[in-house]
Nanobody, 126 residues
Framework: QVQLVESGGGLVQAGGSLRLSCAPS????????MGWFRQAPGKAREFIAA????????NYADSVKGRVTISRDNAKNTVYLQMNSLEPEDTAVYYC???????????????????WGQGTQVTVSS
């Protein structure tokens, strides 16, 4: 059973930064594209960013482009989401997800990810 574990969420003031991390636990897999999504109360799950297994290709939602950077350290089997200039509208539960099929083309479509973490809360105060 593969589990993805997110960490790094918390409470931050508007304009601040957070770095989220995600790593698989239990049985791991060697190659996967990783995506980050978020879901605010009463809203649909929203794509944030994704990165190919080599890290050579990334994909960002227009709503966060320029404020968010996705990266990965395959030696540590960890993917990061650096978020800067946070706004109250960024308040949500953030999820990481792994796609074992599309290794070179990180997808913004949630249904194309096979494994999901439990989520980490990010709250941005005004």
């Amino acid at each position: 059973q593969v589990q993805l574990v997110e960490s790094g969420g918390g409470l931050v003031q508007a304009g601040g930064s957070l770095r989220l991390s995600c790593a698989p636990s239990g049985r791991t897999f060697s190659r996967y594209t990783m995506g980050w999504f978020r879901q605010a109360p009463g809203k649909a799950r929203e794509f944030i960013a994704a990165i190919s297994w080599s890290g050579g290709r990334t994909n960002y939602a227009d709503s966060v482009k320029g404020r968010v950077t996705i990266s990965r350290d395959n030696a540590k089997n960890t993917v990061y989401l650096q978020m800067n200039s946070l706004e109250p509208e960024d308040t949500a539960v953030y999820y990481c997800a792994a796609d074992l099929e599309r290794l070179f083309n990180p997808s913004p479509v949630a249904n194309e990810y096979q494994y999901w973490g439990q989520g980490t809360q990010v709250t941005v105060s005004s």
